[in-house]
């Protein structure tokens, strides 16, 4: 080969290597164009990759009692998962994991004691073969201060990028007083995210919930980075009305009485008379198993024909439009009485009726014939008039309470074409039929006659806080400044408490020697809707509505039970002597308050020279007797009754027969007799209060029903 044709070959070899050189060159340069050109699409790529955004949740704010004892709150609990991907654990043949597997286990297997090391190390290692990312390490819940703890050991202490532990955090919102108020506190869904479900919870949610912050995680050389950009922001706090003590009192009370009367729910409200804060709320219901618990806020959402406490209301419109005087006279007959087709009757017409009474006792009496033909007397050619003077009062008024499902009372008016008036509406409207009235608002009724006719609106939450400041704070509303003129008022003042305290008063039972007490018994039977009043057996709802110290009114409250199973229906011996029970343990509570300035004069001084004797067994009183040297007289027997002669030094006896297929009357006879001849009558019994008995459940001399729960109201 020649010099020129080596020379031509090296040049086309330089030329094909030129080219190449170019191409490459080319295809770079076009690369780079392409890629600056595509810019926005690889920006979005690339925070995908290697940024993620995760939204740090906000602490909820809690709830607490008037006094601050925490009442529902957040809770963060974990679950305890293990990561075995990541790539420490599989450095250098695993040699990491190989390290710390038998001490990890040993310590675990300590810890938690539900299985042995060998079977942790045997479970985890299966679960590393297999490249589990949401290993579950334990099954059940940690608390803070366990993980804190499970930190320490081996493995874990090297940190969540090495040791592959993941803490997966459960926020539960918990009630640290369990049952107590917990269907006003309320509930949140199962998925916080979504807030409040029920009660306070649902009302204030958007103050509770707080605001959520914003965390950055970084992957930077096979590294996690957290930022967080946005701090989360708490919710605030609610400082409620409730008070523990009140609420615990009102609860057991009430559930004790439910279960000796076999009942299917029960609701009481206690609410302070100046301020309208409740103090305590409990709505029970009876579950399947025949236990109770609060499902549904019925204290505040029941619908529900109110019976004789309504009567209040009706007299307080006659008397403050002067229709009437309470010194009037009314004709009750013999306690039955026709209006249209039907017949209206009072509790005592098979006994004869009340027969000509004031229009004062057809409260104190609870007389539907006389209360009604008070009212028809009055409105009977205007009915309209009556229904006005209630809008007027404010009864029907929606008032926005903080509770989601507060219903509002339903009174209808003659002029509604769709109110389906009749004949008979005004006079069964007037003892508390053809209206519903949610018990909160008879609450607030009442307690608007205990403050003086300043009607105003009930309310659970005083304050809500951040960090301890005070945000927003809710003082007394006032819904109607009087409801009726101050002689008015005052006349029902004193008719409530002829109701405890009068001759024919029906809740004669409920008068205390600890509490003047002044109130308004109420007995109705239960519409079943289309089926009717009667269809499948009588129903009743029972209730009593009133407040105490009736001299100086620090409380009113209100107790309903529907459906009692044991015993004769009755507002004063059921709803009653539950008021009473709550009253007495309330009062006791104000330790400022002095023994004489909750009893009353005549308390004090009766029977200050002697001993009060108990019905009960002869021979135990009669040795009693001769020890104190007390002279007794009158018919002796195994049982006997017992009073104090007027001057006191005698006692005087009656015999009492006991047979044995009835129902003993054992009122006035201490806890030790009375339990022994009932349970020989083969009944089971419930105590509820210390001293003598003064009411029983099931009425003296009816027939025995082996196995009935009798309850027993001790005073």
């Given at each position: 080969m020649t010099m020129a044709e080596k020379l031509k070959k090296i040049i086309l070899r330089f030329g094909v290597i030129y080219v190449l050189i170019i191409v490459v060159f080319v295809i770079v340069v076009y690369k780079m164009i392409a890629i600056q050109t595509d810019r926005h699409n690889w920006l979005a790529i690339s925070p995908e990759a290697r940024i993620q955004h995760v939204e740090l949740k906000a602490k909820r704010g809690n709830i607490y009692s008037e006094d601050g004892r925490l009442m529902s709150s957040s809770i963060p609990t974990y679950y305890l998962k293990m990561d075995l991907r990541v790539e420490a654990l599989w450095e250098n043949n695993g040699q990491l994991f190989k390290d710390n597997i038998d001490s990890v286990s040993i310590y675990l297997a300590r810890f938690f004691k539900d299985k042995s090391a060998g079977q942790y190390k045997h479970d985890i290692t299966k679960a590393y073969l297999r490249k589990s990312g949401q290993y579950l390490l334990y099954p059940h819940k940690v608390s803070y201060s366990q993980l804190k703890e499970l930190r320490t050991f081996p493995l874990f202490k090297l940190g969540r990028i090495k040791s592959g532990l993941i803490p997966e955090v459960r926020v539960s919102r918990v009630k640290p007083f369990n049952s107590l108020a917990s269907r006003t506190i309320g509930n949140v869904y199962g998925d916080m995210s979504k807030g409040g479900e029920s009660g306070l919870e649902k009302y204030f949610d958007t103050e509770l919930t707080g605001k959520p912050g914003v965390s950055v995680f970084q992957k930077i050389a096979n590294m996690q980075q957290e930022n967080v950009v946005v701090e989360p922001e708490a919710g605030m706090d609610l400082i409620t009305t409730l008070n523990i003590d009140m609420q615990d009192i009102a609860e057991k009370t009430l559930v004790d009485s439910l279960r000796a009367f076999n009942a299917h729910s029960g609701y009481v409200i206690l609410m302070e008379v100046r301020t309208g804060e409740v103090k305590a709320?409990?709505?029970?219901?009876?579950?399947?198993?025949?236990?109770?618990?609060?499902?549904?806020?019925?204290?505040?959402?029941?619908?529900?024909?109110?019976?004789?406490?309504?009567?209040?209301?009706?007299?307080?419109?006659?008397?403050?439009?002067?229709?009437?005087?309470?010194?009037?006279?009314?004709?009750?007959?013999?306690?039955?009485?026709?209006?249209?087709?039907?017949?209206?009757?009072?509790?005592?017409?098979?006994?004869?009726?009340?027969?000509?009474?004031?229009?004062?006792?057809?409260?104190?009496?609870?007389?539907?014939?006389?209360?009604?033909?008070?009212?028809?007397?009055?409105?009977?050619?205007?009915?309209?008039?009556?229904?006005?003077?209630?809008?007027?009062?404010?009864?029907?008024?929606?008032?926005?309470?903080?509770?989601?499902?507060?219903?509002?009372?339903?009174?209808?008016?003659?002029?509604?074409?769709?109110?389906?008036?009749?004949?008979?509406?005004?006079?069964?409207?007037?003892?508390?039929?053809?209206?519903?009235?949610?018990?909160?608002?008879?609450?607030?009724?009442?307690?608007?006659?205990?403050?003086?006719?300043?009607?105003?609106?009930?309310?659970?939450?005083?304050?809500?806080?951040?960090?301890?400041?005070t945000v927003k704070q809710f003082e007394t509303e006032v819904i109607n400044p009087a409801i009726c003129k101050p002689t008015t008022v005052r006349d029902m003042q004193e008719v409530l408490l002829g109701v405890v305290e009068g001759k024919l008063g029906t809740a004669r039972m409920v008068r205390s020697d600890k509490v003047r007490i002044a109130g308004k018994t109420g007995t109705a039977q239960i519409s079943k809707g289309a089926l009717g009043y009667s269809t499948g057996g009588k129903t009743h709802q029972v209730s009593f509505c009133g407040y105490f110290p009736a001299d100086n009114p620090k409380y009113s409250c209100i107790v309903v039970i529907r459906e009692p199973k044991n015993g004769y229906p009755s507002g004063g011996r059921m709803s009653g002597m539950i008021f009473k029970d709550i009253a007495e343990r309330v009062m006791a509570l104000n330790t400022d308050v002095k023994p004489q300035d909750i009893v009353s004069n005549d308390t004090l001084n009766h029977y200050k020279n002697q001993p009060v004797p108990k019905s009960g067994n002869y021979k135990a009183l009669y040795t009693v007797a001769k020890k104190l040297d007390q002279k007794m007289m009158g018919e002796a027997s195994d049982w006997v009754k017992t009073a104090l002669a007027e001057n006191e030094d005698i006692i005087t006896i009656n015999s009492l027969k006991i047979e044995d297929d009835t129902v003993p009357d054992v009122i006035g006879m201490g806890a030790k007799d009375a339990v022994y001849l009932l349970e020989k009558a083969g009944l089971r019994v419930q105590l509820n209060g210390i001293g003598k008995v003064t009411a029983q459940s099931i009425k003296p001399n009816t027939k025995v029903q082996k196995g009935r729960t009798i309850l027993l109201a001790l005073n």
């Open positions: 709320i409990v709505n029970m219901q009876r579950n399947g198993d025949g236990g109770y618990s609060e499902r549904k806020n019925g204290a505040v959402s029941d619908m529900a024909e109110p019976g004789s406490t309504f009567k209040v209301v009706s007299l307080l419109a006659v008397l403050d439009d002067g229709k009437a005087k309470l010194t009037d006279s009314i004709n009750t007959g013999n306690g039955l009485y026709t209006y249209g087709k039907q017949t209206m009757k009072d509790h005592n017409a098979h006994r004869g009726g009340y027969g000509k009474i004031s229009v004062a006792n057809t409260i104190h009496a609870s007389s539907n014939v006389g209360l009604s033909r008070v009212v028809v007397n009055a409105y009977g050619s205007n009915p309209s008039a009556f229904v006005d003077k209630l809008y007027a009062m404010g009864l029907n008024k929606h008032m926005n309470l903080e509770i989601p499902g507060t219903a509002t009372p339903n009174i209808k008016h003659p002029k509604d074409e769709k109110a389906n008036w009749s004949k008979t509406s005004l006079p069964w409207m007037s003892i508390g039929y053809e209206v519903q009235i949610p018990p909160i608002y008879t609450l607030a009724f009442y307690n608007a006659i205990a403050n003086d006719g300043k009607l105003i609106r009930p309310f659970f939450v005083k304050e809500i806080s951040k960090n301890g400041q």
